[in-house]
């Protein structure tokens, strides 16, 4: 965890389905609570949610990347893009629970997938880190384009 910092989730898309899920994202805010999105070929998150001399780059910061083709996982242990980034893709930048996980634990609540790990963060495959529980309901998001799915609380 980060403490003190709003903790994303990273979809990348080419241009031509970006609409289609900033759309979807802005018609299920609470699911899909946008933080950013950049510009088109740009790696780089804007000043909203970096600091303004930030040379973040999405491409290479994160420690692994799961890449999707056609809704299938095809590599899940990359740890950069450099090498299947496109000029057309845009990053969208969602908030994930993560963040207000730190207000739980300054509450003295437990957070059980926390309370279950050896805390050894620096593994890169611990098997033995939870992830957060996730529960797929019945009610269906509000579609746009190509995007729909259930509500996952």
């Known amino acids: 965890m980060a403490m003190g910092c709003a903790q994303a989730n990273l979809v990348i898309l080419p241009k031509a389905n970006a609409y289609d899920f900033l759309l979807f994202c802005q018609r299920n805010p609470k699911p899909c609570p946008l933080l950013d999105v950049t510009d088109v070929g740009s790696a780089t998150p804007t000043a909203a949610v970096c600091h303004p001399d930030s040379k973040a780059d999405l491409r290479t910061d994160l420690p692994r990347y799961c890449l999707y083709r056609d809704g299938k996982l095809v590599d899940d242990s990359l740890t950069d893009l450099k ?21 739980l634990l300054n509450a003295g609540l437990g957070v059980r997938h926390l309370d279950d790990h050896d805390g050894d963060d620096n593994k890169q ?4 880190c939870k992830n957060v529980p996730m529960y797929r309901t019945n009610v269906q998001c509000r579609s746009a384009g190509e995007f729909h799915g259930p509500l996952v609380v």
């Not at 893709?89 to 207000?100: A, E, I, N, Q």
């Open 125 to 128: 495959d611990d098997s033995s």
């Open 83 to 103: 090498a299947v980034w496109r000029d057309d893709f845009v990053c969208f930048l969602l908030g994930c629970s993560f963040s207000f996980e730190e207000a």
